[in-house]
């Protein structure tokens, strides 16, 4: 039995495609409507998600031989992916093992830190004594920053300097001032540092829901109409049916170049070919916790390595760890450049994005505030960052 899901805006085109695809004899196994997510803020309709299968006749099993071709073609890609998968076989073996024991050491040793603090707290707590900067620490809680960052910023800041003339409040002042340097150091450098043949190539990553498609809209529009650039805009959404639906109506309305990419090949022959100024890559979702699915997406982006600007899209609300866990992963897979902090108008503060800020080699370059296209994006600098990580509405 061959087995098939649509998802399509109503049943009439649903049951088009399963003639087309399945023929006659093919049944419909069930249906269900589901909201559309609201990717650029004016498609967002409810669609139609449609199950049908049909049975494989004493035909189907031996393909005739004037269709051997056909079948040779489509299963090309196939092909493809089973001789990269040999080829790498023991390499993919070697990094998931690794990575697997890397994950689960970190885990262990995450909890021994904790483990470690808390204990720590109760002697406290027993002895009746207070750390002279247990002020700043509980600032820091209310501004959702975890205590383990908490203490390593304390440690950094505090070490070769004496405040003991100052108040409390002066030296939570001299601390958030600390931080701001912090801040400027990953936020003003240059950005988009990566261009291939004088053109500036984006690719947008990340896990799934987090808003690739409308922060490539937003990036789009950005560099249209506030950077006067000529864009083309393809996607590699391969994963889902329809997924570049959306950005190709996105692209037609505002008449640039639009191409859905299946393979490295395709992707390679578009930068090549196109005359435009900046190139803006839309991508599958892609869970950061699997090697598989990051292999496939390293597969699109290693020959341009180096050269292409791959951004990873990080919401403001992820817990720290995650965070951090999902950067080193898209980093060492996928050839990660920057970083672009969404949703913050969900989020009260980022203080929770805060280890990522202490990581050697990462650099933010945008932030977005929002589902609207084009205004809910700006780059990031030290001031809108600084501003997101002490909120005015929050006082010490």
Known sequence: MQIKRYEVLDIHDAIELIKKDLGEDAVIISTRQV????????????????????????NDMVPPKENLRVNQDLLTPLYDDIKFLKDNFDSIVEEKVIYTVDSKFKDIKALMNEIKFDLNVLMDEKTKTVTKDNKLLIYLDNLSFERKISVKLIEIFFKNIKLTNFKQEEKIGYFKKFLKKIIEKKVEGKKLRNTFNDKIIIAVVGNGGTGKTTTVAKLINKFIFEKNMHVSVCSIDVSRIGGCETLKKYAGRLKIDFASIKDEAGLNAFISNSRSDVIII?????NHNNLFQLNNLAK???????????ELLLPANLKQQEAVRAYESFRNKAFVTGIIIAKTDESKNIGNLAGLFLLPDSVVDFITTGENVPEDIEEANSENIYNLFFPKSVQF
Request: aromatic share 22%; glycine share 12%; hydrophobic share 45%.
């Open 35 to 58: 909201s559309g997510p609201n990717d650029l803020g004016f498609f967002g309709k409810p669609f139609v998600e449609v199950v049908a299968a049909v049975d494989y006749g004493d």
């Open 282 to 286: 839309d991508t599958f979702a892609v």
């Open 300 to 310: 699109f982006f290693y020959k341009f390595k180096g050269k292409i600007n791959v």
